[in-house]
Each structure stands twice: as structure tokens, then as C-alpha cells.
């Protein structure tokens, strides 16, 4: 039975379009006896990253209260990864990036000696074995363009921790009008109808 974690990053709730098209997935890989688990970054927001956590999540002895807490909480996160066959993203596009939301989730996974590790030619990814599959919902028409700098900052995260299988469905022009907005939820959905579990 395959394992999905859904990873929600809107903050628009029940308003979201990139939770909207995640719900379609998750009902369509449910029905084929998937195992899914969602993480709303949304509704239960992560801490920001800041010098005091980020000093926590190395570990050490005489840790505070919250680095503890940050700590506990990126392993049960890493654990999350590891514990599942494919992470789906539900990327939003704000501001040519991703939502902070998403941003925080990152800054708590990436962790050196433990989703990555140096060596002498650089960078190595330690999650192995694991499937991405990036949904990303915007106004506009960004794909394959210069201000699209949410997919190619997403693949090279998951990358960088090793996650290289990357698979991409994009929902553009939702805010060029009625009919562009119905042309790429359709194209979404069929893209997602096109993936296989």
C-alpha cells in the first residue's frame, strides 16, 4: 500500500485552489488504496526560523525550552519524510515564491547530518527512495518563465536532501478571468487523473 503525505501551504483556507486540487488527488488516490496523511502548514502554522532555533536544531547540551521544542518538532517532521512513499506539495504561487508557511516546513526539514551532509565534492541528499509531486496553483501565466521561482526553488530543496524524483502539475491564469481559470483547473485535474499511484 503506497504512503502519501499531503503537504497543504495556503493560507486562504477554505478559499485555497491549491488545497481544492490536493483534495481532488487524495480522493482519487484514496479510492486506489492509498494511505494518505495531511499536513495543513496553513492551519497549524510551523515557527519561523531565527538564530535561536537555528542553533537548537544542531543539537548540544544545555538546549532552551523552545530549541527543545523546535528540535522535537523538525524530527517528527523528518520522520514524516522518511515514513512515506510520496510527499505532495500544494505550492501556491505569492509573490513569485512560495508561502511562508511552506517556507518554515523547509527551514525545519533541511538539517545537515541528517537530510544532507557535506562531503569534498559538496552537497549529498540522505532521503532516499522518495517521490515529489509538486502541485502549484497562481494567478498568472509564470510556467517555464523567468518569474517562476517556486518550482525551481522547490526541486532544488528537494534535491538538495535527495529527493530527485520530481513530478510537476501546474494550475496558471487563475486570475486572467472565468475562462482561463476553468482552462487550468481542468488541465490540473487531468494532469492529476494522468499520474499514477
Known sequence: MAKVLILKSSI?????????????????????GAQIKVRDLGENTLPMLD?????GLRGGD??????LSALALSDELVAEIKAHDTIIIAAPMYNFGIPTTLKNWIDLIARAG???????????????????IIVTT???A?????????VP???????????????????????MGPDA??????????????ITL
Open 114 to 132: 541528517v537530510t544532507f551532509t557535506y562531503t569534498d565534492t559538496g552537497a549529498v541528499g540522505l532521503i532516499e527512495g522518495k517521490r515529489a
Open 181 to 194: 481559470a476553468e482552462t487550468g483547473i481542468s488541465q490540473a485535474k487531468l494532469a492529476i487523473d494522468a
Open 12 to 32: 486562504l483556507g477554505s478559499y485555497s485552489q491549491s488545497s481544492a486540487l490536493v483534495d481532488y488527488l487524495n480522493q482519487q488516490w484514496s479510492s486506489k
Open 62 to 67: 544545555n538546549l532552551s525550552e523552545r530549541q
Open 138 to 140: 497562481r494567478g498568472g
Open 153 to 175: 526553488y522547490l526541486t532544488t530543496v528537494l534535491g538538495f536532501i535527495g529527493i530527485n524524483n520530481v513530478e510537476t502539475i501546474y494550475a496558471e491564469a487563475l486570475n
Open 51 to 55: 538564530g535561536e532555533l537555528a542553533s
Open 142 to 150: 509564470h510556467k517555464g518563465g523567468p518569474t517562476d521561482h517556486v
